[in-house]
C-alpha cells in the first residue's frame, strides 16, 4: 500500500504570528495511506487550532511529540488535562501544551469517502 504524506503549508503572516495549514484533511483511501507531516512551531507558544469542513463521520486529533519521528500523544485544549484537542465538527480550540511538533491524525472515518477539512494552526510568539 503507498503511502502519501500532506505537509502543512505555512504563511508568515506577521512579526511574530505564522500561520499553518493542512488541507484535505480526513479523505481515507483503502489504497493509500494518508499521513500528515508535523508542523515544528518552537518558537511560538500559543497555538490556536481551527477546523473547518465537511467532517461526515470523521474524528480528528491533534497530537504532539519532541522527536519528529516519535510517538506522538494526543494534546489537551486549554480547559487543561483531561480535555483532549479532538474535533468532530468544525470548532476553534486553544492548545494547553507547547510541544516541538505538532501534527494532526484522523481517528475515524470510513474508508473512501471525500471530505474537505482544513486545520490551521495561528502560533503566536511574544517575541516581537
Known sequence: MATTTINPFHEKLAKGVLKSTWSGVGVISTSTTIAYGPASLPQYPDKTIECRGDFLSAGLSIRGCSIATGVYNTLNDSRGEGNALTFTAADTKTCLEHP?????????????????ITITIMAYSNRR
Open 100 to 116: 516541538l511538533f505538532i501534527k494532526p491524525t484522523v481517528s475515524t472515518a470510513t474508508a473512501n469517502t471525500a471530505r474537505a
